[in-house]
């Protein structure tokens, strides 16, 4: 039995964020399939004993049962001793970024992605309004890149996982990523690091089974 059970999806930016800092940091760690997409995590009994909230992923290391991506990026970062903060300046300027990202990139990117990749809405006014806030997202991390080879400092942070994490679907997402060429090398970097894998090779899940 590994060290940690990540519960997740193959779909998911959000499980992708941890996941992916797991298999770079040569954690003892393994995926277990929750099919989302089959309603699983709506189910009442999901939501009493794994997530209230009804969401993924879900990281268990021993008796421990955490929830939120952001969360639990912070508590491997404190428990491996990688890609965390070496200072309390830089450990806020960490977590400015989750938040951003959480608020801001994440929220409108994913939500557009699904919209179009996995429901498959016709173009319509509400599609048009989150990819105008996901555009305007993805230009102030670009402009925030200029001149840095990571997010945070000089080195690969929990900041970038959580930042990356719905980002190596361009084709699903439908955004026109030629303009961010600061987000586009940097994204390049983190692929270039050995151990990286796509979230569709990283975690199972992939393809959908057809309905």
């Known amino acids: 039995m590994s060290e ?11 499980a992708y964020k941890v996941a992916l800092m797991l298999e770079l940091a040569k954690a003892d760690w393994e995926p277990k399939w929750v099919d989302f997409f089959g309603g699983v995590s709506r189910d ?3 939501r009493k004993n794994e997530n209230v909230m009804g969401e993924l992923p879900i990281l268990e290391h021993g008796d421990l049962h955490l929830v939120q991506s952001g969360v639990i990026l912070d508590y491997l970062a404190e428990v491996l001793g990688l890609y965390g903060g070496q200072t309390a300046e830089e450990r806020r300027e960490i977590w400015r970024w989750i938040l951003f990202d959480n608020h801001k990139l994440t929220s409108y990117t994913a939500t557009l992605r699904f919209q179009r990749t996995f ?3 016709p173009e319509n006014d509400v599609t048009a309004f989150f990819e105008k806030r996901a555009i305007a997202a993805h230009q102030v991390l670009d402009q925030h890149l200029e001149g840095k080879s990571f997010v945070v400092g000089d080195r690969l942070t929990i900041a970038d996982f959580s930042l990356c994490g719905y980002l190596f ?3 699903e997402i439908g ?17 270039s690091i050995p151990s990286w894998k796509h979230p ?12």
């Not at 569709?200 to 309905?211: F, R, S, W």
Request: net charge negative.
């Open 44 to 46: 009442p009994e999901f």
């Open 119 to 121: 429901v498959g809405v």
């Open 175 to 191: 955004i026109d990523f030629a303009p961010f060429a600061n987000t586009r090398a940097w994204l390049e970097r983190i692929k």
């Open 200 to 211: 569709y090779d990283l975690m199972p899940g992939h393809p959908l089974v057809k309905a």
């Open 169 to 171: 679907w361009p084709e």
């Open 4 to 14: 940690f059970t990540l519960h997740c999806f193959a779909q998911s930016g959000n």
